[in-house]
């Protein structure tokens, strides 16, 4: 059984920055591709970041590129993902998730196992 446990969203104004985490069950995260996606209210699901799971590959999604970096810390099982220079339309639940049978990393929802009940983010004008 794999747990995903997302934290650090919250509130920030625009130009602000945030760190999200994402705690995993075992070595989940040392084994696994890991995924961040987001969905804003009356949106779709969408894929922001991944890293692969000996972190030679990241992968982010155009809106981000150049302002969000993921990363992980394999002692913590733990997966991060750093958000600078945040505009109000990266408002959203955040949620990470893990691919145990990842080949590189994927931005598509399918491919990934587990999920965590995600973290809001709120960014104001």
């Known amino acids: 059984q794999v747990e995903l446990v997302e934290s650090g969203g919250g509130l920030v104004q625009a130009g602000g920055s945030l760190r999200l985490s994402c705690a995993a069950s075992?070595?989940?995260?040392?084994?696994?591709?890991m995924g961040w996606f987001r969905q804003a209210p009356g949106n779709e699901r969408e894929f922001v970041a991944c890293?692969?799971?000996?972190?030679?590959?990241?992968n982010y999604a155009d809106s981000v590129k150049g302002r969000f970096t993921i990363s992980r810390d394999n002692a913590k099982n733990t997966v991060y993902l750093q958000m600078d220079s945040l505009k109000p339309e990266d408002t959203a639940l955040y949620s990470c998730?893990?691919?145990?049978?990842?080949?590189?990393?994927?931005?598509?929802?399918?491919?990934?196992?587990?999920w965590g009940q995600g973290t809001r983010v709120t960014v104001s004008s």
């Open positions: 998730a893990a691919d145990q049978t990842p080949s590189g990393c994927s931005s598509r929802v399918r491919e990934y196992d587990y």
């Open positions: 075992g070595r989940t995260v040392s084994s696994s591709a």
């Open positions: 890293i692969s799971r000996t972190s030679k590959y990241t």
